[in-house]
């Protein structure tokens, strides 16, 4: 396997002991030697995944000491993959937990059906939620799914409240890449009376189109999130 691979295997697997509370605030990680014959890899696979752990605000470093879980990481969403809303902001302090407003199946308008590459009015899955962080409303998602990738998904829970998860477990898909636009916008009253803000107020809109291993458009969501929840981004340079 690739060491690109690797270092993000090894820095997915750290990432979630820590949010997860498995790797306590304050502890000391294993030193690079260590860590490199834990995983099987070069010293510098492993620096790699403790460079982009740093870079992440997860872990901080104690010249001549070694690298320690840091005391408070920063909450905000991590961008640098594709994962779910709960998984960029996951955090051992603050659990993200969704409440489903609404779950119908429906006809695709214009917009959805093509941003899915559907028929205008092919059959979707439509799931909007809150997403709440801390028991805090932090974002409203609004997803539509084709019906003929997730039979009955607007008719049965989410696997833990995720739609990711629900998709590749449930049903079966290999979830590869997205394309994500995100732009400064202002809450319309529906937004601003769910997430307990001021109507006009600031808010981010997201619009993501998730697409599976076979190049198939499998999911169209906008968010708004609330300012209080800032992206982070890792910028590798060329």
């Known amino acids: 396997m ?3 691979v690797l270092y993000r295997v090894i820095y997915d697997d ?9 790797l306590k605030a304050g502890s000391k990680l294993e030193s690079e030697s260590e ?15 403790l460079d982009l752990l740093f870079t992440d605000e997860l872990v901080t470093r104690k010249r001549g000491s070694g690298t320690y879980v840091r005391e408070n990481p920063r909450r905000g969403r991590r961008l640098n993959r594709l994962r779910s809303f709960a998984q960029e902001l996951a955090s051992p ?4 937990t969704s409440r489903v407003l609404s779950a119908t199946e429906e006809k695709a308008p214009k917009q959805i059906a093509q941003g899915l590459g559907l028929e205008i009015g092919d059959a979707v899955n439509r799931i909007k939620r809150l997403r709440l962080v801390g028991g805090v409303p932090a974002a409203v998602q609004e997803a539509w799914v084709p019906y003929a990738v997730a039979p009955g998904l607007a008719r049965d829970p989410l696997v833990e409240g995720s739609l990711y998860r629900t998709l590749t477990e449930k049903h079966g898909l290999k979830l590869r890449w997205a394309d994500q636009t995100m732009t400064a ?12 803000a001021t ?13 599976s291993d076979t190049e198939r458009a499998v999911e169209y969501t906008n968010s708004w999130t609330l300012p209080e929840f800032p992206l982070l981004l890792r910028i590798d340079a060329e």
Do not use: D, F, K
């Open 2 to 4: 690739a060491r690109s």
């Open 14 to 22: 750290i990432s979630s002991q820590i949010t997860s509370g498995a």
């Open 35 to 49: 860590l490199a014959r834990r995983y099987g890899v070069s010293r510098m696979t492993v620096r790699q995944a």
């Open 93 to 96: 302090e603050e659990a993200v």
């Open 185 to 196: 916008a202002l809450l319309e009253p529906a937004e601003a009376e769910l997430l307990s």
């Open 199 to 211: 109507i006009g107020g600031a808010v981010l809109h997201s619009l993501r189109v998730t697409y």
